[in-house]
């Protein structure tokens, strides 16, 4: 009963908290229209759902929110050294193709928006048959480290949240 009362409780209480940022005062009235926004549109698009994505080990969602966190302060430091102290001449950009072990949508979206996050690098496309991803790399002397980076990090921890 509750899992139809509440088919996505992640996303239910995502909605809560995104509703009670937006509104930006907190009171009982926003408290209980955040919590029916957050009950009935994901009881009303639950049928639009019906492979969704299973968590495996929640707890290292946590873990994979502080390596991204982590790399993003470190590439902006990065990316400020080289515009501040690098030629252009001197700055080699490439396009790395990234194979993916990842089967699902999720966890490959959830991977193309932390390589875009992360200062320095954006995904570009997707293959059509989802098993690699373009990276587009502001400067690397070591293309293969870059994508050998992406994997180890990133895409193995999703595996582990994801499948």
């Known amino acids: 009963m509750l899992n139809k009362l509440i088919p996505h409780p992640l996303l239910s209480l ?16 926003n408290l209980i229209l955040g919590t029916a926004f957050g009950v009935i549109i994901p009881m009303v698009t639950a049928a639009y759902w019906p492979d969704r994505p299973k968590v495996g080990r929640p707890v290292k969602i946590v873990e994979y929110f502080a390596i991204v966190l982590w790399d993003i302060i ?7 050294m080289i515009i501040l102290f690098r030629r252009e001449a001197e700055i080699r950009s490439h396009w790395i193709p990234v194979p993916l072990e990842l089967t699902s949508a999720e966890a490959i979206t959830v991977l193309a928006g932390t390589i875009t996050m992360t200062p320095g690098t ?41 499948q």
């Open 122 to 162: 954006v995904s570009a496309t997707l293959s059509a048959d989802g098993s690699c991803i373009l990276v587009h790399c502001l400067h690397t002397d070591e293309p293969d480290a870059v994508r050998d980076g992406i994997k180890a990090r990133y895409e193995g921890r999703l595996k582990e949240i994801f």
């Open 14 to 29: 995502t909605m809560l908290l995104v509703w009670l940022g937006l509104v930006n005062t907190f009171t009982l009235g």
């Open 74 to 80: 470190v590439a902006n430091v990065q990316v400020a």
